[in-house]
């Protein structure tokens, strides 16, 4: 893949995640490679992390490495969709979406089948990108 090319999906990843955050509640919306590395994403504007750069890191592998185990079911249950985690402080939903993880943080209050409803509508609409 030339770099261009690489630039040209990173740009499209890059929107994807911003479409996610211009959602209300959503604090971050990030994709994270299976290896554990932000590749798009960050916070919304004006958001403070509750966390550091390399505890977000180590979060960022956690999540990867769940997925990837998440995989080892797929011949038994069907392909993974998406997962949720209901913290005290945030909600927390995760996508595959081809090689990476969509990572989303959203305020604690939030129903996150709902909003799983609206990124899955979101990358509907912008599924040219993943192919």
Known sequence: MTSVQEDKI??????????????DNVRFAGLVSNHGNLYA??????????????????????????????????DSFGAFIYSTVQREKVSILTINICDHILLVFAEPDIDLHTLAGR???????????FH
């Open 10 to 23: 990173h740009s499209s990843m890059q929107g994807l995640c911003d479409n996610v955050l211009n959602l």
């Open 41 to 74: 994403g960050g916070f919304k504007e004006g958001i403070i992390p509750y966390e550091d750069d390399e505890k977000r890191r180590l979060i960022y592998m956690r999540f990867a490495l769940e997925s990837c185990l998440r995989s080892d079911f797929d």
């Open 119 to 129: 990124i899955q509508s979101i990358i509907d609409e912008n599924e040219a990108i």
